[in-house]
C-alpha cells in the first residue's frame, strides 16, 4: 500500500482512500465518528465498531467492546471472512481520566488501562496475521502527547497512552519487514465531549474536524509519528528533555490541581 507525500491536499489525501477497506474503533463519538463520517462520504468501505450504538448509517456496525478480547477476535475474524481483506485498522476508542495520587482510585486507573491500551492491543491483533500475510496494511493507533511524560492529575491516563505508544512502537520493528505500516497520532486537546471539563488548562485545543484533516494526511502520508497542534507538539517534545527538577517546578505551576476527585473522561456524553 504505497504512500504519497506529506502535506498533501485533501483531493490526494481523498484519492489515497478509495478502494480502501478500513475499520475504526470508538466509532460512536469523538475523534473516531468523525474520521467515520468523512471517510463514509468519500465512499470509503468502512466498518465501525463501538460498545454503544454508533449514530451512522453504516453497512458493517459492530457493537462490541475493545476491552473484551474473545468479543474482538470473534468479529474481527468474521469481518475479514466478509471482506476479504482489510487495509488499514484505526484504534480510536479511548477514554481520559482525572486520578490525582492523593485520592487514587484503583478501579479507574484499571479502566482506563483496560480501553486505551488493551482496547488497543486487542483490535489489532486479530489483524496481524491478516496483514502480513498480505505484505500490506496500516495499523493507527490514536494516542495522545500525554504519553510522553507523566502529567499532573494523570497518572493513570499518561500511563495508559505511553503503554499504548511503546506497543506500537515495537509493532512497527517487528512488522517492517512484512509491509505493514504502524503509525502513532498524538492529538493534543480536541474539541470533544471528552473535553467538556474544566479540571485542568487546554491550550490549543483544535477542532474535531481540523483533528480528522490532520489524521487521515498523517496516515495516507505513512507518517510514523504525528503530533497536533504543532505549539502542544514541541512542548511536549521539549518537556521530554528538562531536567526532573526543572519539570517538577514547572509543570505545577502551569497546570495547577484544583482538587478534583478521580473520574472518567470520555466521549460519551451518557457516561
Given at each position: 500500500?504505497?504512500?504519497?507525500?506529506?502535506?498533501?491536499?485533501?483531493?490526494?489525501?481523498?484519492?489515497?482512500?478509495?478502494?480502501?477497506?478500513?475499520?475504526?474503533?470508538?466509532?460512536?463519538?469523538?475523534?473516531?465518528?468523525?474520521?467515520?463520517?468523512?471517510?463514509?462520504?468519500?465512499?470509503?468501505?468502512?466498518?465501525?465498531?463501538?460498545?454503544?450504538?454508533?449514530?451512522?448509517?453504516?453497512?458493517?456496525?459492530?457493537?462490541?467492546?475493545?476491552?473484551d478480547a474473545e468479543g474482538m477476535d470473534r468479529?474481527?475474524?468474521?469481518?475479514?471472512?466478509?471482506?476479504?481483506?482489510?487495509?488499514?485498522?484505526?484504534?480510536?476508542?479511548?477514554?481520559?481520566?482525572?486520578?490525582?495520587?492523593?485520592?487514587?482510585?484503583?478501579?479507574?486507573?484499571?479502566?482506563?488501562?483496560?480501553?486505551?491500551?488493551?482496547?488497543?492491543?486487542?483490535?489489532?491483533?486479530?489483524?496481524?496475521?491478516?496483514l502480513s500475510k498480505n505484505s500490506s496494511g496500516?495499523?493507527?493507533?490514536?494516542?495522545?502527547?500525554?504519553?510522553?511524560?507523566?502529567?499532573?492529575?494523570?497518572?493513570?491516563?499518561?500511563?495508559?497512552?505511553?503503554?499504548?505508544?511503546?506497543?506500537?512502537e515495537s509493532f512497527r520493528l517487528d512488522l517492517?519487514?512484512?509491509?505493514?505500516?504502524?503509525?502513532?497520532?498524538?492529538?493534543?486537546?480536541?474539541?470533544?465531549?471528552?473535553?467538556?471539563?474544566?479540571?485542568?488548562?487546554?491550550?490549543?485545543?483544535?477542532?474535531?474536524?481540523?483533528?480528522?484533516?490532520?489524521?487521515?494526511?498523517?496516515?495516507?502520508?505513512?507518517?510514523?509519528?504525528?503530533?497536533?497542534?504543532?505549539?502542544?507538539?514541541?512542548?511536549?517534545?521539549?518537556?521530554?528533555?528538562?531536567?526532573?527538577?526543572?519539570?517538577?517546578?514547572?509543570?505545577?505551576?502551569?497546570?495547577?490541581?484544583?482538587?478534583?476527585?478521580?473520574?472518567?473522561?470520555?466521549?460519551?456524553?451518557?457516561?
Open positions: 500500500m504505497g504512500a504519497v507525500p506529506a502535506g498533501l491536499p485533501g483531493d490526494c489525501v481523498k484519492r489515497f482512500f478509495q478502494g480502501k477497506n478500513v475499520v475504526i474503533t470508538g466509532a460512536a463519538s469523538g475523534i473516531g465518528q468523525d474520521l467515520a463520517v468523512v471517510l463514509i462520504s468519500w465512499g470509503v468501505k468502512v466498518a465501525l465498531f463501538d460498545i454503544q450504538r454508533i449514530p451512522l448509517e453504516n453497512k458493517d456496525n459492530f457493537l462490541v467492546d475493545v476491552t468479529a474481527c475474524r468474521a469481518l475479514i471472512d466478509s471482506w476479504g481483506r482489510v487495509d488499514i485498522v484505526v484504534a480510536a476508542a479511548g477514554v481520559g481520566g482525572i486520578n490525582p495520587a492523593p485520592y487514587f482510585s484503583l478501579a479507574i486507573d484499571k479502566k482506563i488501562m483496560s480501553i486505551n491500551y488493551f482496547g488497543t492491543v486487542n483490535t489489532f491483533a486479530p489483524f496481524i496475521e491478516h496500516h495499523l493507527v493507533g490514536i494516542c495522545s502527547l500525554a504519553a510522553f511524560r507523566g502529567l499532573p492529575q494523570a497518572g493513570s491516563y499518561s500511563a495508559s497512552k505511553a503503554a499504548q505508544m511503546t506497543l506500537l517492517k519487514k512484512s509491509g505493514v505500516r504502524v503509525s502513532c497520532i498524538h492529538p493534543g486537546f480536541v474539541t470533544t465531549p471528552m473535553t467538556e471539563h474544566d479540571e485542568f488548562e487546554m491550550p490549543f485545543k483544535v477542532s474535531v474536524r481540523e483533528s480528522t484533516n490532520i489524521i487521515l494526511r498523517a496516515i495516507a502520508s505513512g507518517k510514523s509519528q504525528t503530533g497536533y497542534p504543532w505549539q502542544m507538539s514541541l512542548l511536549s517534545k521539549l518537556n521530554r528533555l528538562l531536567p526532573n527538577c526543572v519539570y517538577d517546578f514547572l509543570m505545577p505551576r502551569l497546570s495547577p490541581s484544583k482538587g478534583h476527585r478521580p473520574r472518567i473522561l470520555s466521549s460519551l456524553k451518557e457516561e
